[in-house]
């Protein structure tokens, strides 16, 4: 069965442009260009994955990620955006999302991280391992929780693999650990950033915000 | 089902816009508070009116809370044509209630055994006739919207600006140094040391109730006004940018036939603009890593018609020669790259650590047999190599023929 794909974003031409580029590989069931189309558009087809963009008027990608999770936990939501404001890419994926991709992504490997999502991995573009190691880098004199707020010597090896532009499979390759233990480091890397509430996440977010 | 379908309507209600508080102009029976209350919290008017009533009897409680609110809330904009202010004139609902408040308070002091006597009361009736007087139709109602600096002059100005007759002025000025008068001569038989006092204490509540609304209301605008100035500049500024910088690529971009060109200018612009919305406060010292790592990125892309990704994961100051020749090797290593990889993309990664600054280029083009390049060409080894040892670095160059290549730049900093 083909993964079933929807695209949210409010630029027309780009939605078109992602639809032409992933329709050949995946099955692409609508498109929205609001926040609200897109919310209820998502309830009625039920995809198993929503290419979602970052910043809309009208509550941006975090407000769909947020209705549509109160009602289908299952969906899941891959971001895809021109936005470098570090504070929108880590809100969009403290709500929800599985991952962030850059828009001058390929399509193959936007196909690719498409496919990688609805398995339940998640997608680090070399911008969002470099904004993860910028946020946990800084020193924390007293971590809440170890568990959660703290990167382990092995994921941070992995995000700095991926910030220098290794896909998943070269990383594997030069840490001599299998794709799928790439795909478990960053899966927890995510889980911790979701979850962590070290207030130098969001205080980091903030001083990089749009002025 | 049923349970979860109750959702979107609950998240709607939740983010729908409240309005902010601000007096009803519309529905109102003495200052059009309780009007504005109920919008904000979405309560029934009368409710909050029937609230005030009786808060007004603990005490006085309610009244006090009125005024307040009288004076502190805004009152609501005028978006309508200049044919809805007419309401502006007091209503005769609004001037019945007005009386009925004041019976009430005043019944409420003389029962509570407050009643501070005619010496004291007629003062203040009188001050406060006065003060409804002068300022009862010079409020901020007509006002808005169109002070100048000249009205900002004085209290007799303001108050002419806002059309209110000379006769009023006189009438409300005479009674509020009236009440002044009355009470005075009326306590001069208390002891003589406590008059000085007084008469001091009274002629700046005197001068308070004249003045103080005119300066809360000067403040109050002029803090607007530098609000709104300072968004207009910030949009005039953003204007002159787009209009020197996008607008000028987009023309350039419409003239270009070449499609590796467009997808360059579209590139370099896209990078400026981005640094242009996403900067932060320009450095003490001058430049950061951060930024001379953009600009290099941004110039190598531009004259060579590749994609530089550059990421730089903490930041400092590039202020000694080592951090410049780091910059420096890095920039010639991803030049190498845009120009003999054979592919499109360079990955620029630069690290900032405890004790070392660590910076990586890596392309996934066509590699080299790093032991085979011949001794005329000395690109590498002089710019990148030996450039990192003279200020006590290392360069290291990963490459494999058909496999990419990494150049790999370290250098120890002191730490602070």
Redesign the interface.
Known sequence: MSVRVFIVDDHELFRSGVRAELSAGLEIVGDAGTVDEA??AILATEPDVVVLDVHMPG?GGR?VI??VH??RPGIRFLALS?S??AEDVIDVIRAGARGYVTK?ISPAELDLAVRRVHDGDAVFS??L??FV??AF?RAAPEPLDPELDLLSAREREVL?YI????AYKEVAHELGISIKTVETHVSAVLRKLQLSSRYELSRWAA??R?? | MEEMDTHPAAAGLATAPRPSLQRSRSDRVVGGVAAGIGGHLGLDPLVVRIAFVVLAFAAGFGVVVYLLLWLLAPSEATDAPSSARVVARPTRQQLLGTALVLAGVLTLLWIAGLWFGWGLGWPVSLAAIGFAVLWARSGGEEGHGRWDLRSFGSPLEAMMGNRVSAPRIVLGSVLILGGMAVFLAATTSLSAAANVVLAVVVTVGGLALLAGPWFWRVATELMDERNSRVRSEARAEMAAHLHDSVLQTLALIQRSSEPKEMASLARTQERELRAWLYSRAPSIHGVTLRDAIDEMAGRVERDNLVKVEAIVVGDLDVDDEGLRALVAACSEATLNAARHSGVDDVSVYVEVEEGQVSAFVRDEGAGFDPGSVPHDRRGIADSIVRRMELHGGTAEIRSEAGRGTEVVLRLARPKR
Request: neutral net charge; glycine residues 14%.
């Open positions: 919310i209820s509550g407000r947020e209705a109160a009602e021109v470098d404001a001058s070399p911008r391992a470099g190691l910028d880098g700095r910030a220098r532009g290794y001083d990089r749009l002025i």
